[in-house]
T-cell receptor, first 110, second 115 residues
Framework: SQQGEEDPQALSIQEGENATMNCSYK?????LQWYRQNSGRGLVHLIL?????REKHSGRLRVTLDTSKKSSSLLITASRAADTASYFC??????????FGTGTRLKVLA | KAGVTQTPRYLIKTRGQQVTLSCSPI?????VSWYQQTPGQGLQFLFE???????NKGNFPGRFSGRQFSNSRSEMNVSTLELGDSALYLC??????????????FGAGSRLTVL
């Protein structure tokens, strides 16, 4: 399969804790993006990191990229119940080729 | 700015029928792509259109087709429906930057159930 792999598949944490999810991919990329999906809805873009960047921050989000290991991680700090959703990484290569990971289901308990 | 609009949101069809799904991208977005999402296969890329031309195509049978109109609105069609076509079909539009980096904005999806 060309899909990226995300780890863990599911994660359950308490409100206020940090959540970390990982993404591994197989091909060379232009950039890597993270998206969130609330149950049965469309995906929402969270953050983009270019292949020549190693770390990016946006609010409570921190993403890292290691192109030598073909992996990325997304850290959500001080999680809230509203962060409960599925999170997907997407690698972008070529003119327009998005490959989505299998997703991590995050549940934040109040 | 209005978001990406997909219609219909829900539909039920029977095997052998065909279905057409519609997607209106964000105004000014010229690239529209379609994805199929199922619990077993995850998000699978169907095709992408830019300025009425199919630029990329995923690994789906010919029963799946699409088109884009001059106003960037897009439709996808699935003929001879099979049970396995039951899925959430997502449309996304994006603004293609000169650097090549772009971001997808998704619609809420069309949930197709094939009986």
């Amino acid at each position: 399969s060309q899909q990226g792999e995300e780890d863990p598949q599911a994660l359950s944490i308490q409100e206020g804790e940090n959540a970390t999810m990982n993404c591994s991919y197989k091909t060379s990329i232009n950039n890597l993006q993270w998206y969130r999906q609330n149950s049965g809805r469309g995906l929402v873009h969270l953050i983009l990191i270019r292949s020549n960047e190693r770390e990016k921050h946006s609010g409570r989000l921190r993403v890292t990229l290691d192109t030598s290991k073909k992996s990325s991680s997304l850290l959500i700090t001080a999680s809230r119940a509203a962060d409960t959703a599925s999170y997907f990484c997407a690698t972008v290569s070529g003119t327009y080729k998005y490959i989505f990971g299998t997703g991590t289901r995050l549940k934040v308990l109040a | 700015k209005a978001g990406v609009t997909q219609t219909p949101r829900y539909l039920i069809k029977t095997r052998g029928q065909q279905v057409t799904l519609s997607c209106s991208p964000i105004s000014g977005h010229r690239s529209v792509s379609w994805y199929q999402q199922t619990p077993g296969q995850g998000l699978q890329f169907l095709f992408e259109y830019f300025s009425e031309t199919q630029r990329n195509k995923g690994n789906f049978p010919g029963r799946f087709s699409g088109r884009q109109f001059s106003n960037s609105r897009s439709e996808m069609n699935v003929s001879t429906l099979e049970l396995g076509d039951s899925a959430l079909y997502l449309c996304a539009s994006s603004w293609v930057q000169s650097s090549g980096a772009n971001v997808l904005t998704f619609g809420a999806g069309s949930r197709l159930t094939v009986l």
